[in-house]
C-alpha cells in the first residue's frame, strides 16, 4: 500500500491510474522476473550467472555462521525464513518487511551482508508475501489476513529462533508495514525484545496519507508540472470518506516522483532492477510477489489505513526510531512527533539527512553504523555477541 511501494506497482499491473508519460519511468513496467543477459553472446551473463555469483561473493565461511533458507510451518502455513550471520553467537535480528507482502528478502543482498558481521539476521516472507506466497495456497492464507493474524505468526517465528538458536531476546526491526507488526509484538511481549527498532514508522495511516498528499501536491505546484496537480486535485479532498486503490495509488505515485520514497529519485527502478538478480529468489519467486501484493491488499489495505498509534506510546523495551528526513511514505514528521512521546526504558531517533523511506539502502553506511552504536551494545553488555577484534595501540 502506500506506506510502501505495492499500490503503485499492482496499479501498474491493472492498468488503472497511470499516465503514458510517467508510465517509462515507473518501476513496475519492468518485470520483476526479467533475466538481464542473453545467453551465447559475447560478454553477456545471464542470470544464473549473475546469482552464481554474487552468491559465492556473499558466501559465509566461517565455523560459527549460520546460512539458510528455511521453509517452516507458522500458522497453520508454510512460512520462508532466511537466516543468515558470521557467526552464532552474536544476537538474532529479525527484519519485518514492508508492503504489506512486499518482502525484503530478494534484496537484502544489496545491504544486509555487512550487518552480518554482527548480527545473526533474519528475512522472513510473510503471509501472502513472495516465497510464502508461492507456498501456499490463497484459500489457507486468507484467515490469518489480518493484522492480529499476522502478528500472531510473527510470535511463532520469534519463539522458533528463541528457542533454535538458544537465545533470551532478540532484536525486532519493523519497516514500513512491518512496523505495524512490530508494534504490536512489542507490545505484547516486551521481554523478548532487547529493542525494538522502528525504520519508516507507521503511526496514523490516514493522518499519513494527508502528509503524503500535501507533499506531493506542493512539489507538484512549486515545479509546474500540470499533470500531476489536475490529478492530485481531482481527488481532493484528501483522503476524504473513500480511500479506494485508485487514489492511493495516485496519491503514492507522486509522492514516490517527488522523491518522498527514495530521495533524489523519481522511480524505484534500482530496486527492482536489484530484485530481478536476487541469489535468494527464483523466477518463480519473483513472479509470486505482484500476486502476492493483489491478494494481500484486498484483505490488509483497510487495515492499515486503520492504523493509529497515536497513544500508543509506553513500551517495556528500548525503542530505537529511524526516520529519513525526506520520508514521505510514512510522513517523517509523525514519527518524529510520536517519538517525543515515547515512555521506555531508552529510546533513541536518528534522522538521515540524505534518505527518505528507504534508509537502508539509501545511506547503508551509516545505517550500519547506527545499528552497531545504538543497537549492538544493550546484547553486549549481557554477553550475547562474539568477541570483538583484538587491537593495539602504540
Same mark, same amino acid.
Given at each position: 500500500?502506500?506506506?510502501?511501494?505495492?499500490?503503485?506497482?499492482?496499479?501498474?499491473?491493472?492498468?488503472?491510474?497511470?499516465?503514458?508519460?510517467?508510465?517509462?519511468?515507473?518501476?513496475?513496467?519492468?518485470?520483476?522476473?526479467?533475466?538481464?543477459?542473453?545467453?551465447?553472446?559475447?560478454?553477456?551473463?545471464?542470470?544464473? /550467472?549473475?546469482?552464481?555469483?554474487?552468491?559465492?561473493?556473499?558466501?559465509?565461511?566461517?565455523?560459527?555462521?549460520?546460512? @539458510?533458507?528455511?521453509?517452516?510451518?507458522?500458522? *497453520?502455513? /508454510?512460512?520462508?525464513?532466511?537466516?543468515?550471520?558470521?557467526?552464532?553467537?552474536?544476537?538474532?535480528?529479525?527484519?519485518?518487511?514492508?508492503?504489506?507482502?512486499?518482502?525484503?528478502?530478494?534484496?537484502?543482498?544489496?545491504?544486509? #551482508?555487512?550487518?552480518?558481521?554482527?548480527?545473526?539476521?533474519?528475512?522472513?516472507?510473510?503471509?501472502?508475501?513472495?516465497?510464502?506466497?508461492?507456498?501456499?495456497?490463497?484459500?489457507?492464507?486468507?484467515?490469518?489476513? #489480518?493484522?492480529?493474524?499476522?502478528?500472531?505468526?510473527?510470535? @511463532?517465528?520469534?519463539?522458533?529462533?528463541?528457542?533454535?538458536?538458544?537465545?533470551?531476546?532478540?532484536?525486532?526491526?519493523?519497516?514500513?508495514?512491518?512496523?505495524?507488526?512490530?508494534?504490536?509484538?512489542?507490545?505484547?511481549?516486551?521481554?523478548?525484545?532487547?529493542?525494538?527498532?522502528?525504520? *519508516?514508522?507507521?503511526?496514523? *495511516?490516514?493522518?499519513?496519507?494527508?502528509?503524503?498528499?500535501?507533499?506531493?501536491?506542493?512539489?507538484? #505546484?512549486?515545479?509546474?508540472?500540470?499533470?500531476?496537480?489536475?490529478?492530485?486535485?481531482?481527488?481532493?479532498?484528501?483522503?476524504?470518506?473513500?480511500?479506494?486503490?485508485?487514489?492511493?495509488?495516485?496519491?503514492?505515485?507522486?509522492?514516490?516522483?517527488?522523491?518522498?520514497?527514495?530521495?533524489?529519485?523519481?522511480?524505484?527502478?534500482? @530496486?527492482?532492477?536489484?530484485?530481478?538478480?536476487?541469489? /535468494?529468489?527464483?523466477?518463480?519467486?519473483?513472479?509470486?510477489?505482484?500476486?502476492?501484493?493483489?491478494?494481500?491488499?484486498?484483505?490488509?489495505?483497510?487495515?492499515?489505513?486503520?492504523? /493509529?498509534?497515536?497513544?500508543?506510546?509506553?513500551?517495556?523495551?528500548?525503542?530505537?526510531?529511524?526516520?529519513?528526513?525526506?520520508?514521505?511514505?510514512?510522513?517523517?514528521?509523525?514519527? @518524529?512527533?510520536?517519538?517525543?512521546?515515547?515512555?521506555?526504558?531508552?529510546?533513541?531517533?536518528?534522522?538521515?539527512?540524505?534518505?527518505?523511506?528507504?534508509?537502508?539502502?539509501?545511506?547503508?553506511?551509516?545505517?550500519?553504523?547506527?545499528?552497531?552504536?545504538?543497537?549492538?551494545?544493550?546484547?553486549?553488555?549481557?554477553?550475547?555477541?562474539?568477541?570483538?577484534?583484538?587491537?593495539?595501540?602504540?
Amino acid at each position: 500500500m502506500s506506506m510502501f511501494r505495492t499500490p503503485l506497482v499492482l496499479l501498474l499491473t491493472l492498468g488503472v491510474g497511470v499516465t503514458t508519460a510517467h508510465a517509462a519511468t515507473d518501476p513496475a513496467v519492468a518485470s520483476s522476473a526479467a533475466a538481464p543477459a542473453v545467453q551465447g553472446k559475447p560478454g553477456l551473463m545471464s542470470r544464473e /550467472d549473475v546469482t552464481r555469483i554474487l552468491d559465492s561473493n556473499r558466501k559465509i565461511v566461517t565455523a560459527q555462521g549460520v546460512d @539458510e533458507r528455511i521453509k517452516l510451518r507458522i500458522g *497453520g502455513i /508454510d512460512q520462508w525464513l532466511s537466516i543468515r550471520g558470521k557467526d552464532r553467537r552474536n544476537p538474532i535480528l529479525l527484519f519485518l518487511h514492508g508492503g504489506p507482502a512486499s518482502p525484503a528478502m530478494p534484496e537484502a543482498y544489496t545491504f544486509q #551482508t555487512p550487518w552480518e558481521d554482527y548480527f545473526t539476521v533474519v528475512q522472513w516472507d510473510q503471509r501472502g508475501a513472495g516465497k510464502t506466497y508461492a507456498a501456499n495456497t490463497e484459500q489457507a492464507m486468507a484467515p490469518g489476513m #489480518t493484522v492480529q493474524g499476522m502478528t500472531d505468526d510473527a510470535a @511463532e517465528v520469534v519463539q522458533y529462533l528463541r528457542q533454535h538458536y538458544a537465545k533470551q531476546k532478540i532484536f525486532l526491526l519493523g519497516h514500513s508495514w512491518g512496523s505495524v507488526l512490530g508494534v504490536q509484538l512489542a507490545q505484547r511481549h516486551p521481554e523478548w525484545f532487547y529493542a525494538y527498532i522502528s525504520v *519508516g514508522q507507521v503511526v496514523n *495511516g490516514r493522518r499519513n496519507e494527508e502528509l503524503g498528499y500535501a507533499f506531493a501536491l506542493r512539489e507538484a #505546484t512549486a515545479q509546474g508540472n500540470e499533470a500531476a496537480v489536475r490529478e492530485l486535485k481531482a481527488m481532493a479532498p484528501y483522503p476524504g470518506t473513500s480511500l479506494t486503490l485508485d487514489r492511493v495509488g495516485t496519491r503514492s505515485k507522486w509522492e514516490m516522483y517527488y522523491g518522498g520514497l527514495a530521495y533524489g529519485r523519481q522511480d524505484y527502478q534500482f @530496486e527492482d532492477d536489484a530484485e530481478s538478480l536476487s541469489p /535468494d529468489y527464483s523466477k518463480a519467486d519473483l513472479a509470486a510477489i505482484g500476486k502476492g501484493s493483489l491478494f494481500s491488499l484486498e484483505h490488509l489495505l483497510q487495515p492499515l489505513l486503520a492504523v /493509529d498509534f497515536d497513544k500508543v506510546t509506553h513500551f517495556d523495551c528500548p525503542v530505537i526510531v529511524y526516520v529519513g528526513q525526506h520520508d514521505y511514505t510514512t510522513a517523517h514528521e509523525l514519527a @518524529e512527533k510520536w517519538f517525543d512521546d515515547i515512555q521506555a526504558p531508552s529510546k533513541r531517533l536518528v534522522s538521515f539527512a540524505d534518505s527518505a523511506h528507504m534508509m537502508m539502502q539509501e545511506q547503508p553506511g551509516r545505517f550500519l553504523v547506527h545499528l552497531v552504536d545504538d543497537a549492538l551494545p544493550l546484547a553486549q553488555k549481557v554477553g550475547d555477541a562474539a568477541p570483538a577484534e583484538v587491537t593495539r595501540d602504540r
